[in-house]
Nanobody
Framework: QVQLVESGGGLVQAGGSLRLSCAASGRIVSINDMGWYRQAPGKQREMIAK???????NYVDSVKDRFTISIDNAKNTVYLQMNKLEVEDTAVYYC???????????????WGRGTQVTVSS
């Protein structure tokens, strides 16, 4: 069974930085895409950054020029470098991956359990 484990969340002051990590483990044959979503209290979960095929990146407008997504394919780990954090970035951040898992190859989409990011003013 594939598992995604996030780390790196915490409390930071506005203007500060955090780096989130998400490690995928299990019988992974190949990764199609990995991304980060977030859900603030009372709001729907939204995609904020995604990396496809190892190098194609997409960002929601609200985080462009502040957040950077990257992937270490050897470690099956995706990162989210978050700079110039704002109070509005406060949310639970979830990792998501679309990948081929074995032993009989099949596509699956998986979620991590989330990590809390709190930005204080």
């Amino acid at each position: 069974q594939v598992q995604l484990v996030e780390s790196g969340g915490g409390l930071v002051q506005a203007g500060g930085s955090l780096r989130l990590s998400c490690a995928a483990s299990g019988r992974i044959v190949s990764i199609n895409d990995m991304g980060w979503y977030r859900q603030a209290p009372g709001k729907q979960r939204e995609m904020i950054a995604k990396i496809i095929a190892g190098d194609i990146t997409n960002y929601v407008d609200s985080v462009k020029d502040r957040f950077t997504i990257s992937i270490d394919n050897a470690k099956n780990t995706v990162y989210l470098q978050m700079n110039k954090l704002e109070v509005e970035d406060t949310a639970v951040y979830y990792c998501n991956a679309g990948l081929i898992e074995g032993p009989v190859p099949r596509f699956g989409r998986f979620w991590g359990r989330g990590t809390q990011v709190t930005v204080s003013s």
